[in-house]
């Protein structure tokens, strides 16, 4: 049994709320001829869980393949991936500005889903858990939108907002895991990490 895993992610978040569960790991970055976007196309009429399940399962499969062609010591996986869904729409990582400020906009005032998918795995055994949690943003003036994106924070966010940053004033209600909602969930990271060996 290995005494770490690797975290196949390029989030701070995700490697700072794996560093609270106190368990040692080591980055599993994509190379840079990889196209990790290229994972996260959505398929046309993809339900919203079904996608972010999809999409870790790719994570995981593209990570793997990254261990063992660099030769690196065998050790489990961990991959995760976080989208935000208004009904059945999907709201990824914004393409631009414009892009964050039209999101920040269809979200205002509504509650909507934030679905993290978490995968730990090896060549011969994979677990996988899904949480699912609601935001309720207050309803938001296009000056309010305007300042926040300026800011830069909705960069490489899904739904173009960080939980943890400026985005909280907007924030009226919660329901579900904040860790998962920052991109990790705890709970469900830790039974997957027990599920393998380690302690928690």
Same mark, same amino acid.
Request: glycine share 8%.
């Given at each position: 049994?290995?005494d770490f895993?690797?975290?196949?992610s390029q989030?701070?978040r995700r490697?700072? !709320?794996l @560093?609270q !569960?106190g368990?040692r $790991?080591e980055? %599993? !970055?994509?190379?840079a001829?990889?196209?990790?976007?290229?994972?996260?196309?959505?398929f046309s009429?993809e339900? +919203?869980?079904?996608y972010v399940q999809?999409? *870790?399962?790719? #994570?995981?499969d593209?990570a &793997?393949?990254? %261990? #063992?062609?660099r030769?690196l +010591?065998a050790?489990?996986?961990?991959?995760?991936? *976080? *989208?935000?869904?208004?009904g059945r729409t999907i709201?990824?990582k914004?393409?631009d500005a414009?892009?964050?400020r039209?999101?920040l906009a @269809?979200?205002?005032?509504?509650?909507h889903?934030v !679905? =993290?998918?978490?995968?730990?795995? =090896?060549?011969?055994?994979r677990l996988?858990a899904?949480?699912?949690?609601r935001? =309720?943003f207050?309803?938001l003036?296009?000056?309010?939108?305007?300042?926040?994106?300026?800011?830069?924070e909705?960069?490489? #966010?899904? /739904?173009?907002?960080a939980?943890q940053g400026?985005?909280?004033?907007?924030?009226? $209600?919660?329901? /579900?895991?904040?860790?998962?909602?920052?991109g &990790?969930?705890? $709970?469900e *990271?830790a039974q997957? &990490?027990?599920?393998?060996?380690?302690k928690?």
């Amino acid at each position: 049994m290995s005494d770490f895993i690797y975290l196949a992610s390029q989030s701070p978040r995700r490697r700072q !709320l794996l @560093e609270q !569960l106190g368990v040692r $790991h080591e980055l %599993l !970055l994509p190379d840079a001829d990889e196209d990790a976007e290229a994972i996260e196309a959505v398929f046309s009429g993809e339900a +919203p869980a079904a996608y972010v399940q999809r999409v *870790t399962q790719l #994570k995981l499969d593209a990570a &793997l393949a990254r %261990l #063992k062609r660099r030769g690196l +010591p065998a050790a489990p996986v961990l991959c995760s991936d *976080t *989208t935000v869904a208004l009904g059945r729409t999907i709201y990824g990582k914004p393409a631009d500005a414009a892009d964050a400020r039209r999101m920040l906009a @269809e979200l205002a005032g509504h509650s909507h889903r934030v !679905l =993290t998918a978490v995968a730990i795995g =090896t060549p011969r055994r994979r677990l996988q858990a899904l949480s699912s949690s609601r935001v =309720t943003f207050t309803a938001l003036s296009r000056p309010q939108i305007s300042a926040y994106v300026a800011g830069g924070e909705p960069r490489g #966010k899904a /739904g173009a907002y960080a939980v943890q940053g400026r985005a909280a004033a907007f924030i009226s $209600h919660i329901s /579900g895991s904040y860790s998962g909602i920052m991109g &990790l969930p705890m $709970h469900e *990271t830790a039974q997957l &990490l027990q599920a393998f060996g380690f302690k928690i």
